[in-house]
Each structure stands twice: as structure tokens, then as C-alpha cells.
């Protein structure tokens, strides 16, 4: 497979393989394209029962509640553990 980029996403794509720590832009391409390729489209889902959703709910309460209280992580951080994730996941 070969995908053409132009030289400034080219670019763009090794500035974020470096800061995420790959070692390639290749590999980091490959890595995404995996999860993309394996995440279930939105269509594969059924709706949600009203006990889903309702568990659901509380959930995203308890997140925000854990939020407030700084028990959250930034979003570097939750970049980093989603990469180091995917990294054994494909090991």
C-alpha cells in the first residue's frame, strides 16, 4: 500500500510520530491505520437500552466527579497511556 501526503502533512505526521516517541513515521502511520482499521463503526452498534443508559449516565457522572475532585489525567497524558495501549496491544 502507498499513500501520497503532501510534504507538509508529511511533515506534520513526523513531528506527532516523534513527540509520541516512534522511532518511525511509518510505524506510527501503521499503528493508527491498525486501530482505525479494528475500531467498530458507529453503524455496528445498537442503541442503547434505557438501563444502558442510564448506567451510561452515572458513569459519565462519576468521571466528572472524579474530574473535580483532580483525579483526571490531561490530555498528554491520556495521549501517552492511548499510545503505550496500542504499542502492547501490537507487540
Known amino acids: 500500500m502507498q499513500i501520497d501526503l503532501p510534504s507538509s502533512e508529511q511533515n506534520r505526521l513526523a513531528a506527532l510520530a516523534a513527540e509520541a516517541g516512534y522511532e518511525s513515521v511509518e510505524r506510527f502511520a501503521t499503528e493508527h491505520l491498525l ?3 479494528h475500531n467498530p463503526k458507529e453503524s455496528d ?3 442503547l437500552t434505557d438501563e444502558e ?3 451510561s449516565l ?3 457522572d462519576e468521571s466528572m466527579a472524579q474530574i473535580d ?3 483526571g489525567l490531561t490530555v498528554e497524558e491520556a495521549r501517552k497511556e492511548t499510545i503505550n495501549q496500542l504499542r502492547s496491544n501490537n507487540q
Open 35 to 37: 486501530a482505525l482499521a
Open 45 to 47: 452498534f445498537a442503541p
Open 53 to 55: 443508559l442510564k448506567a
Open 58 to 60: 452515572a458513569m459519565c
Open 69 to 71: 475532585r483532580g483525579e
